[in-house]
C-alpha cells in the first residue's frame, strides 16, 4: 500500500502563492507518475499537472504559466508551485500517484487539501 500526505493548502488573496507539497510512504517502488487534481464545488475532479518519473511534465491550460510542478524521486515527494492564484482555482488539490507492474497501472490517491483563493 502506498499512503499520501498532502500540505501546504490554505487561503490566500487573488494574485497570492502556495506551494503544496505531497510525501509518498509505504510500497513505492515502480512509482511512475505522480500529480495534482483538483475538484472545485460542484464541480468534476480535474488533472492540474502530473510529472512522468522522468521529470517530464503535464499542465492543464488553465494553469500552464502560473503552477510548476517537480518532485524528490529520493524524498517520494511531488511539490506544486501555484503563482497568480486566481478565484477560479480554488478547489481541494488531491496528490495522486501511479504505479505501473508491466500493462498493470494502480493509481492512489491522497485526502486532499483545500486551496482558498480570495478575489
Known amino acids: 500500500q502506498v499512503q499520501l500526505v498532502e500540505s501546504g493548502g490554505g487561503s490566500v488573496q487573488a494574485g497570492g502563492s502556495l506551494r503544496l507539497s505531497c510525501a509518498a510512504s509505504g510500497s513505492v517502488a515502480s512509482i511512475n507518475a505522480m500529480g495534482w487534481y483538483r475538484q472545485a464545488a460542484g464541480k468534476q475532479r480535474e488533472l492540474v499537472a502530473v510529472?512522468?518519473?522522468?521529470?517530464?511534465?503535464n499542465y492543464a491550460e488553465s494553469v500552464k504559466g502560473r503552477f510548476t510542478i517537480s518532485r524528490d524521486n529520493a524524498k517520494n515527494t511531488v511539490y506544486l508551485v501555484m503563482n497568480s492564484l486566481k478565484p477560479d482555482d480554488t478547489a481541494v488539490y488531491y496528490c495522486?500517484?501511479?504505479?505501473?507492474?508491466?500493462?498493470?497501472?494502480?493509481?492512489?490517491w491522497g485526502k486532499g487539501t483545500l486551496v482558498t483563493v480570495s478575489s
Open positions: 495522486n500517484l501511479v504505479r505501473k507492474f508491466g500493462v498493470t497501472a494502480v493509481t492512489y
Open positions: 510529472i512522468s518519473s522522468g521529470s517530464v511534465t
